[in-house]
């Protein structure tokens, strides 16, 4: 065995070789090697190195030649494993720096959620407290104001009704003679069919269309009720053509239904007299109300009534057709 000084190439080792052999393993790394070009990297040289250990100086080597022999071997390589020592506790001092700055930015991350939990709280309680004081306010200054304009109308309302609900009471003490002055009383047919009424009508010229109500449609909810009727039949007349009275807001042209007595006139009919009087007696009081200017009359059991919208002249005419029509059923 001629052992000869060689340089691993792998780890920098210097380690003793076999120079016989063609290859080995190296005692540091483990690494398997050639010999010979072990043998021909082992020239070091290290120039004016001053290093400091844990656990002793290495200082001023200067011009060192490893050439051959153990004492040469031993120190290069006491030399090659302190650099390696340093390697490792520059990279094992790097490592935990790197660790404590992970440390430290979490530890600011955790300050920085908690700083703007705090934020938030504030922002809430401040939202809360302007809408307090805006309700104090608006309970304050506007709240009362509302409760007094609204006293002012419930007690205007029941003025209103009260004064209403007497005149309805004074106007029920009056006798049928005294109620006749309110409308026209002619003889006629007792409760015509509503199919015959609606073929009179169509055989007046100036009616333009006939409808009858339902009980899906009745607005007034009094068709074949105690004391209602047992048809409603509304019609359109010629003489309002043209004007608001058969047109909605927007001018289309409405029903007979929709528009009204107000577009021509309506005729209703009942199982007695009575019943016919009471509801034209309900009639002008709500016409009190609004003005007035239907012309009613009571021809049988049949209540007719015409549009407040016509012309005086119009409204005697028309009324003159229908009832010597309803006449014509007696």
């Known amino acids: 065995m001629n052992l000869v000084a060689g340089k691993c190439p792998n780890c920098g080792a210097i380690i003793n ?10 005692e540091y790394c483990k690494t398997p090697f050639i010999v010979e070009k072990a043998i021909k990297n082992v020239d070091i040289n290290i120039q004016n190195a001053n290093i400091s250990l844990n656990e002793g100086n290495i200082n001023n080597v200067n011009n060192m030649s490893v050439n051959g022999g153990n004492v040469h071997i031993d120190m290069a390589n ?5 650099v390696t ?3 490792k506790g520059m990279f094992g001092t790097l490592a935990e720096g790197i660790s404590r700055a992970i440390e430290i930015e979490a530890e ?15 922002i809430i309680i401040g939202t809360l407290f302007l809408l307090g004081v805006v309700v104090v306010c608006m309970m304050v200054f506007y709240l009362p104001e509302q409760i007094e304009f609204y006293k002012r109308v419930n007690s205007r309302y029941n003025s209103v009704k009260q004064s209403f609900s007497t005149e309805v009471e004074d106007d029920n003490s009056l006798s049928y003679d005294d109620a006749e002055a309110y409308y026209d009383v002619y003889d006629g047919p007792a409760s015509p069919s509503e199919a015959d009424v ?4 169509a055989s007046i010229d100036n009616i333009l269309e006939i409808e009858a109500v339902t009980e899906e449609n009745d607005s007034n909810e009094s068709l074949n009720k105690p004391g209602g009727y047992s048809a409603d039949i509304f019609f359109s007349s010629k003489y309002l053509e043209g004007t608001r009275a058969l047109e909605d807001w927007d001018g289309n042209r409405m029903s007979p239904i929709d528009a009204g007595t107000a577009g021509g006139g309506s005729i209703e009919i009942y199982s007695n007299v009575r019943d016919a009087e009471d509801r ?3 009639i002008h009081e709500m016409q009190k109300k609004i003005g007035g200017g ?4 009571i021809v049988g059991t049949c209540l007719v009534r015409i549009s407040r919208k016509m012309k005086a002249s119009k409204q005697n005419k028309l009324m003159n057709l229908i009832v010597d029509g309803l006449q014509t059923l007696d």
């Open 78 to 82: 006491t030399v090659q494993h302190n």
């Open 280 to 282: 034209c007696k309900y």
């Open 294 to 297: 239907e012309k009613d009359a």
């Open 17 to 26: 070789v076999d120079s016989s052999k063609d290859a080995a393993v190296c």
């Open 108 to 122: 600011h991350d955790a300050k920085r959620q908690d700083e703007l939990s705090q934020y938030t709280g504030f």
């Open 85 to 87: 020592n340093i390697k």
């Open 198 to 201: 609606v073929e009179m009508l």
